[in-house]
């Protein structure tokens, strides 16, 4: 088969694009001919299909050219049309596999996809087909105000980095693709969805459910190769590690550590980090808690082998996080907010640990509860659960999902 698989970025950036550049890599050990369409980056991997790629653009770096071009590509994009048009014409692919479009590359390329009248599936990645700034989640809340179209309350809420005008391009990019043009509604054939609590929500938000699959994400093969530590040999930490951002919940671990006699090393960077350096200080807990920076390859794999137990403590619609899956299947024990996806996987006391979202207290009582559970029956248990969400088994179904788009 033919497949074009599109991304803004065509690097290890983000969960997605670890997503991405897994899935390529499965399909075409499979024999099937993959393709790529991203934006053009200098920490691009090398790619014969780079002369197609989108022209950079940041919207972070400022400047008046800078900026007037990131708000053009947000809306739709001419340059991204005419240069996947080409890589159309050159590859001539059977299915088009979009991952996330938004901003960096625009839905103009749908467009393309429809009048040549190749299949789209469209990945689910996060929130953006249904919220202005792709969270669900603002000021410190869960937010569904834009529910029934109601795009407007992004601009009046601030909702995209607490800024008027960022907060109106998203509500304008939001009437204008869904209630104007409706590209994603004509275009997409079918859109794959990584949790039920995904499916869920776009459905309840007005998206036709026959046209959403759930499909869990798949760990790294590898890790089932990993040796598992008895418990008497993991050292005497909790690990955190992905983004450190207020939707993330990081505060409440750290408000909920001070309850507690636990070490904590958090594996990550983003945002939020002064002021939750801040707030251990404030705390008194600069002697049990560590700020490791972005951790990844063979030190981040250490970290999570020799943890005492992971923990997510997200306080928005989380949707199922890689770290979760990874986890589990490394034999750990994870303590998860009771939120979006993860109860599909996580039974609490069986092969895990689940907490209110928000909720520092009984995050405490979890967290002192480690010492009392059943370690290896626990740990087993998770292993179990997701053995099926391996690569393999995974590629077979997104495969059986294309041959569907096909039909």
């Keep these: 088969m033919k497949i074009l698989q599109v991304n803004k970025f065509y690097y290890p950036k983000d969960g997605v694009s670890n997503y991405l550049l897994g899935l390529e890599s499965k399909l075409k050990d499979l024999g099937h001919e993959v393709r790529i369409f991203a934006m053009d980056s200098p920490k691009n991997i090398p790619s014969p299909d780079q002369k197609y790629f989108v022209s950079y653009v940041s919207f972070d770096k400022g400047g008046l050219m800078n900026n007037l071009r990131a708000l053009g590509r947000i809306f739709y994009s001419f340059e991204a049309k005419r240069k996947f048009q080409a ?57 569904e105000r834009c529910r029934g179209s109601k795009y407007y309350n992004c601009f009046l809420n601030k909702c995209v980095k ?66 598992i530590k008895p418990q008497s040999e993991l050292s005497d930490y909790l690990l955190y590690y992905g983004r450190i951002s207020e939707e993330k919940g990081v505060s409440v671990l750290i408000e909920a550590l001070s309850q507690t006699s636990q070490k904590l090393k958090i594996a990550g960077e983003g945002p939020d980090e002064a002021k939750l350096r801040d707030l251990v200080t404030k705390l008194k807990l600069d002697e049990r808690v560590s700020f490791l920076g972005f951790k990844t390859g063979v030190d981040l794999e250490n970290l999570i082998n020799d943890a005492k137990a992971i923990i997510i403590p997200s306080v928005w619609y989380e949707n199922m996080p890689l770290n979760m899956l990874e986890s589990l299947a490394r034999h750990k024990i994870v303590i998860a907010s009771r939120i979006g996806g993860m109860p599909e996987i996580i039974s609490d006391g069986k092969n895990g640990l689940l907490f209110s979202p928000g909720n520092v207290n009984e995050l405490a009582e979890k967290i002192n509860a480690l010492e009392k559970l059943d370690y290896e029956a626990i740990t087993s248990s998770a292993a179990e659960t997701v053995k099926n969400l391996n690569a393999a088994e995974h590629v077979k179904k997104v495969l059986k999902i294309y041959e569907q788009a096909l039909k």
């Design 87 to 143: 890589l159309i014409n050159d590859f001539h692919p059977d299915i088009i596999h979009i991952h996330n479009i938004y901003h960096q590359i625009s839905p103009s390329i749908l467009s393309v996809a429809r009048r040549e009248k190749i299949p789209v599936v469209m990945h689910l990645h996060d929130y953006k087909l249904i919220c202005p700034n792709y969270k669900l989640f603002t000021h410190g809340e869960i937010c």
């Design 162 to 227: 607490d800024s008027y005008l960022k907060s109106l391009a998203a509500t304008l990019e939001m009437y204008f693709h869904h209630n104007i043009w409706h590209i994603y509604e004509k275009a997409i054939k079918l859109f794959i969805a990584p949790s039920y609590f995904m499916k869920e929500t776009c459905v309840r938000f007005g998206w036709p459910e026959k046209k959403i699959i759930v499909l869990h994400n798949f760990f790294n093969d590898q890790i089932n190769n990993v040796a």
